[in-house]
């Protein structure tokens, strides 16, 4: 079973640079089929932008390479305009990812953003560590 997925955008950082990191079987599970990660505009925006740091100190070819081993597995959803009324994530920047989990309907939203990991328990979904997911996967 294909599970829907939002990954934050330290998750697919790190399955994408780290070929033998701790999240590299993530990237292994979206190109077997296993996860179909859900992305949207800003997200996707996101990404970019965090591609570019110097510390990563990737050409743009290497980023390319990076975006095309990632985004052609993943679903585009459109977020709704406005976003729905969902509880209110403390750094505001990640409720797009609280967003696109529910817009997509995701079957998780993967993080280990303890600003996300806090909203267990109030957020109409499931958020889960990539610990929690390889878990259930398994």
Same mark, same amino acid.
């Given at each position: 079973m294909?599970?829907?997925v939002v990954?934050d955008?330290n998750i697919?950082l ?13 990237r292994?599970a979206?190109?077997?089929?296993q996860?179909?990660?859900l992305?949207c @505009? &800003?997200a996707v925006?996101?990404l970019?932008? $965090? *591609? +570019?740091?110097?510390k990563?100190q990737l ?6 390479d990076l975006?095309?081993d990632?985004?052609p597995?993943a ?14 994530? @403390? &750094? ?6 609280l $967003? *696109? +989990?529910?817009a997509g ?6 993080t280990?953003?303890?600003d996300?990991?806090a ?11 990539a610990?929690?997911?390889?878990t259930?996967i398994?």
């Amino acid at each position: 079973m294909t599970r829907r997925v939002v990954l934050d955008t330290n998750i697919v950082l790190s399955a994408l640079l780290f070929n033998a990191g701790r999240l590299a079987w993530i990237r292994h599970a979206w190109q077997h089929g296993q996860l179909q990660p859900l992305v949207c @505009r &800003d997200a996707v925006n996101e990404l970019l932008r $965090v *591609l +570019a740091y110097p510390k990563f100190q990737l050409s743009a070819q290497e980023q390319k390479d990076l975006l095309a081993d990632f985004l052609p597995y993943a679903e585009v959803i459109m977020l709704p305009t406005p976003w729905p009324d969902l509880p209110a994530c @403390r &750094d505001e920047k990640d409720q797009v990812f609280l $967003v *696109l +989990a529910h817009a997509g309907k995701a079957d998780a939203l993967v993080t280990g953003d303890a600003d996300i990991l806090a909203m267990r328990d109030v957020f109409p979904g499931r958020i889960l560590t990539a610990d929690e997911l390889a878990t259930q996967i398994r």
